[in-house]
């Protein structure tokens, strides 16, 4: 079956780098695209970024462009984000996703918190 493992949370000061990862499993990972979607307490989850399967294009929430960058490695059946310039804002639980026939699979999230 389809597994999502997210890592990589963690407390970071303002102007800090992360970097998430999301190692996935129970698909043929080279030919979907994945996406990182945030939900921060008291709002709505939200899209991040999305990057296709085979040709690797990107897509990014107006919030975290030029700062965020999605990428992949298909070898590894793996997803990344790596945040930097981080804000107070970005704080959120951050979950890998994946649309395959239809239904959305989720990870169990990680959570990334923006403070000084």
């Known amino acids: 079956q389809v597994q999502l493992v997210e890592s990589g949370g963690g407390l970071v000061q303002p102007g800090g780098s992360l970097r998430l990862s999301c190692a996935a499993s129970?698909?043929?990972?080279?030919?979907?695209?994945m996406s990182w979607y945030r939900q921060a307490p008291g709002k709505e989850r939200g899209l991040v970024a999305t990057?296709?399967?085979?040709?690797?294009?990107?897509n990014y929430a107006d919030s975290v462009k030029g700062r965020f960058t999605i990428s992949r490695d298909n070898a590894k059946n793996t997803v990344y984000l790596q945040m930097n310039s981080l804000k107070p804002e970005d704080t959120a639980v951050y979950y890998c996703?994946?649309?395959?026939?239809?239904?959305?699979?989720w990870g169990q999230g990680t959570q990334v918190t923006v403070s000084s």
């Open positions: 129970g698909f043929p990972f080279s030919y979907y695209a």
């Open positions: 996703n994946v649309r395959r026939i239809s239904i959305d699979y």
């Open positions: 990057i296709t399967g085979t040709r690797a294009n990107t």
